[in-house]
């Protein structure tokens, strides 16, 4: 008898199969990622624990709706329900950040940032950044992005004795170059930013201001980072890092330039809309506006402040010399490491970091001399500045040992410990 399973079409109660059944390499593969981000202590300063409620929301049944165009004036019928969730995350995304408008359909913090570009800029036309090696992001008009490749690209940077952004500088960039958009944020700066200086700097040459938010999203959310939404034309976000929800991106902006920046979004650069993202991003933004996530945001800072403390009387030099916000930027350079092996021992350790450029930094940014460190996952977790000092050993003995494989495997273990001291999820792997 010939077996047809195999060539029957999967239909009806055939799609509730489980998916270690359908795939298990892509099961495997996820049950490794979640025994690692189970048993080690995640310091990505852009990586961060969504909620359960999040989680389900973004693995829910809105993920077969189609949905283009907005709430109220949609091209597919049916939308009923996911008008209902897209309403509620505007609502609650204006409520959080005090904005006029907003548009939670980009699908990642760069769209977002296309959103803004297109809704203002032609090509050719004149776009100021942060520099990529001084703490920009590759979205401000790095050469290999679009912005890079659509727009004439000016930058600004940090000062070089004490790596703060240099106001003055960027005042003169702006009145010499004479943008037609200045966009600030970074994705490595440790430091809050004076978005009310910039946007006298954007006024004096007639530019938009548009501030990427992307890593203290959160932070602004909890009234602890200075907020742009007042100042700016345009603010973007990612809506997980500190904001703790889903992988998205979302765009906020003065009323009058609300029906060109939605217009840019849809259809100008997107499709559908990932509507079962959005129900999550309403999720994260509605846990955002409790007291719980305002005491959570106060947390992440002072675990950051606290470890950068002790990484700085261990020895290591901190940029900046210190932290406003989620992160911590090292210079292991100093100490002759490089950023790559810094981030490979740190991993075999157990404390998994990125390697980061530093201003100036002679290294390419394959090799780097720093490394990045956050903590938003750790405090997601429940750890507080006592378990700061006794990461921040972890991670200067790592640093030191030279790679070798005892000691790190000894750390390790205690960092097993100590993250199954503190579980995320009650998950049984």
Not at 270 to 288: R, S, T
Request: aromatic share 6%; with cysteine; proline share 4%.
């Amino acid at each position: 008898m010939t077996d047809t399973t195999a060539s029957a079409p999967m239909t009806g109660r055939q799609l509730a199969r489980d998916l270690a059944d359908v795939d298990p390499v892509v099961a495997e593969a996820i049950r490794h990622e979640t025994e690692k981000q189970t048993h080690k202590l995640v310091m990505i300063a852009s990586e961060n624990y969504s909620s359960e409620a999040v989680l389900q929301a973004g693995g829910s049944v809105m993920s077969n709706k189609y949905a283009e165009g907005y709430p109220a004036k949609r091209y597919y019928g049916g939308c009923e329900f996911v008008d209902l969730t897209e309403n509620l995350a505007i609502d609650r995304a204006k409520e959080l950040f005090g904005a006029e408008h907003a548009n939670v359909q980009a699908h990642c913090g760069t769209q977002a940032n296309m959103g803004v570009y297109f809704s203002v800029l032609e090509p050719g036309d004149t776009l100021m950044g942060m520099d990529l090696p001084h703490g920009g992001h590759l979205s401000h008009g790095h050469r290999l992005s679009f912005s890079g490749r659509l727009y004439n690209i000016v930058t600004y940077g940090v000062d070089r004795e004490t790596e703060l952004l240099d106001y003055d500088a960027m005042a003169e960039v702006a009145e010499r170059e004479r943008p037609k958009l200045i966009v600030v944020g970074a994705s490595a700066y440790p430091r809050h930013i004076d978005f009310e200086r910039c946007r006298e700097i954007a006024d004096s040459v007639g530019a938009y201001l548009h501030a990427d938010i992307a890593h203290p999203a959160g932070l602004v959310a909890a009234g602890l980072h200075p907020n742009p939404c007042p100042v700016a034309d345009f603010v973007t976000t990612t809506t997980h890092k500190t904001l703790r929800g889903p992988r998205g991106g979302l765009i906020l902006c003065k009323q009058e330039h609300a029906k060109d920046l939605d217009r840019s979004v849809f259809p100008g650069i997107q499709g559908g809309p990932f509507e079962h993202l959005i129900a999550a991003k309403a999720v994260c933004f509605g846990e955002a506006l409790t007291d719980g996530f305002k005491a959570y945001a106060a947390q992440i800072i002072a675990n950051a402040k606290t470890l950068a403390a002790h990484l700085a009387e261990g020895g290591y030099r901190i940029v900046s010399g210190g932290t406003d916000t989620h992160l911590v930027l090292v210079d292991v350079g100093l100490k002759n490491i490089t950023g790559k092996d810094a981030e490979a021992w740190l991993n075999s350790a157990g404390i998994v970091v990125n390697k980061n450029t530093i201003p100036f930094d002679e290294r390419s940014p394959f090799v780097t001399s720093g490394v990045r460190i956050g903590t938003p996952s750790v405090t997601s977790r429940g750890l507080t500045e006592e378990h700061m000092s006794t990461v921040s050993r972890w991670i200067i003995r790592a640093l030191e040992c030279d790679g070798d494989e005892s000691t790190l495997a000894e750390i390790a273990a205690q960092v097993r410990g100590l993250s199954d001291a503190y579980p995320i999820y009650d998950w049984r792997l």
